[in-house]
């Protein structure tokens, strides 16, 4: 064992040796006089206290209002939704029997497009981008089964002020048993699963609305969807997405009057009458000459005389500056970051990009995309197919063991179609991609294509399989001359 001596000289073994004190610490976590002022809102609530009924009314009642009179902040929300959601997601089941996932899906179609589903799902991802979260209520509606097979399954959406009940989570009983809590409005139990939705009747926004006459609905959790993303660890309730991004939308705003303001003012002034004299004083007699801050008119094609040292200067316009432009993009940048979502996406400009960067600054924004329909997916889309197939099987009289399914969204347009044509063409060779994939990305059904193609050829699915294996694709000459010497060869 290695011997360490000691400051007094003593040997002893290395392990019982003092150790020396490093005193270390992180530049962020000292309080200064420059920086305290900065840090003095940073706080230690918790997830739920911190997003608490005030605080989450205040940040939505303010994006809302962003959202209603700013341009671009409206554009990026709706952009969102319209990207991200599209025409809607397309199921394709996937339980094994050809014919059972024909009907359902075909069944499944129609009822989303009486209820207009797709359009729910835009509206949702709005509303959880500028309120934060939204609720969705499973009911029946009888007009639906008219038009949808006798299935009456709706979903009915709700603003996030319709479910409310507290202003901070409080310790409750449910059924004699404790340990259940709820916070404004949601029900938890020991494990912090939602188990019961306080609904109220009406908007608390509506006319007329007074909280001593509100009577909560209780609406079991199996009926409820709720749609947001927690960004902490036992939060249960969500901000709008836009909060970083609100002070900035104000910004841009005042940025913008403020120019407008500037180069209206100076247009407004058609020149300045100057004067190296004292007014209206000539030391004998006074002058006819204008008071201060006086205005004259002019007739048109006029020619004037001025009296001696006396002068006219016209004001030069120096709005909006130079740097007017570029402020105006970094805070479109910046506001558009929040939501994940290129500069040219957000500003509805791409002029000054190129095929490489564009596809490069929407790499972070399709990742975003994916990543949100797979919530859209496990949130929404999911439980809304188990519960219309619950009802499907109790009108069709039908049954179905497996509920395996995948839902397809609508492919993303390319910048260049040739080039993304040459590179999906060499990963095919290379085999780092696959037919079903390529289909995927641009939200299509690679069999139910194939089939369209091989009865469009007037060839089977599997020589339509063989064929684009062996690099014959859609060419119907091509195929011909194959199918007559493969008929000769017979």
Not at 112 to 131: P, V
Not at 285 to 300: F, N, V
């Amino acid at each position: 064992m290695a011997m360490v001596k000691t400051r007094s000289g003593i040997f002893v073994p290395s392990d019982l040796a003092p150790t020396r004190r490093v005193n270390a610490r992180w530049d962020a976590a000292q309080t200064t006089h420059n920086n305290y002022k900065h840090w003095a809102n940073a706080d230690g609530l918790s997830a739920t206290s911190a997003a608490s009924p005030g605080v989450r009314r205040l940040l939505r009642n303010r994006s809302r209002y962003e959202y209603d009179n700013n341009s671009y902040l409206n554009g990026m929300i709706k952009t969102l939704a319209f990207d991200c959601i599209g025409t809607g997601p397309r199921l394709q089941m996937q339980t094994g029997d050809e014919e059972l996932d024909q009907r359902i899906e075909e069944d499944f179609n129609t009822w989303s497009d009486a209820i207009g589903f797709a359009a729910k799902l835009r509206t949702m991802r709005q509303s959880k981008a500028r309120d934060g979260e939204v609720f969705a209520m499973f009911c029946n509606n009888p007009r639906i089964g008219v038009k949808a097979g006798g299935i009456e399954l709706d979903l009915q959406l709700l603003e996030t002020e319709m479910i409310s009940a507290s202003m901070f989570a409080i310790e409750k009983t449910r059924d004699g048993v404790p340990g259940v809590m709820e916070t404004d409005g949601i029900i938890l139990d020991e494990y912090f699963n939602p188990v019961t939705y306080l609904v109220l009747p009406e908007h608390p926004g509506s006319m007329g609305w007074t909280k001593s006459i509100a009577k909560y609905i209780k609406v079991p959790a199996g009926a409820m969807l709720h749609y947001f993303s927690p960004d902490r660890p036992g939060q249960t309730r969500g901000i709008p997405e836009t909060t970083p991004a609100l002070n900035l939308c104000a910004q841009l705003r005042r940025w913008t009057l403020a120019t407008l303001t500037a180069a209206e003012n100076i247009a407004n002034i058609t020149g300045v009458i100057l004067s190296k004299t004292m007014p209206n004083y000539d030391g004998d007699y006074e002058l006819e000459s204008p008071e201060a801050m006086d205005t004259i008119e002019l007739e048109r094609g006029m020619f004037t005389v001025l009296p001696e040292n006396w002068g006219i200067e016209q004001p030069k316009a120096e709005q909006p500056t130079s740097t007017y432009a570029e402020f105006k993009q970094e805070l479109i940048n910046e506001i558009a970051r929040c939501l994940n979502m290129a500069y040219n996406k957000a500003a509805g400009n791409s002029s000054k990009y190129n095929y490489a960067s564009g596809r490069l600054d929407f790499q972070t924004y399709f990742k975003f995309l994916e990543v949100e329909r797979s919530v859209v997916n496990t949130t929404v889309a999911d439980p809304t197919l188990h519960n219309w197939l619950d009802e499907w099987q109790y009108v069709t009289g039908l049954s179905v063991k497996s509920r395996k399914h995948t839902w397809f969204y609508d492919g993303a347009e390319h910048v260049d179609p040739q080039k993304e044509a040459n590179a999906t063409k060499v990963r095919l060779a290379n085999g780092t991609t696959s037919i079903p994939r390529e289909y995927a990305k641009r939200g299509l059904d690679w069999r139910e294509e194939f089939t369209k193609n091989a009865e469009a050829l007037g060839v089977t699915f599997e020589e339509y399989q063989r064929l684009v294996r062996n690099g014959i694709f859609e060419n119907p000459l091509i195929i011909q001359e194959v199918k007559e010497d493969e008929e000769t060869d017979r």
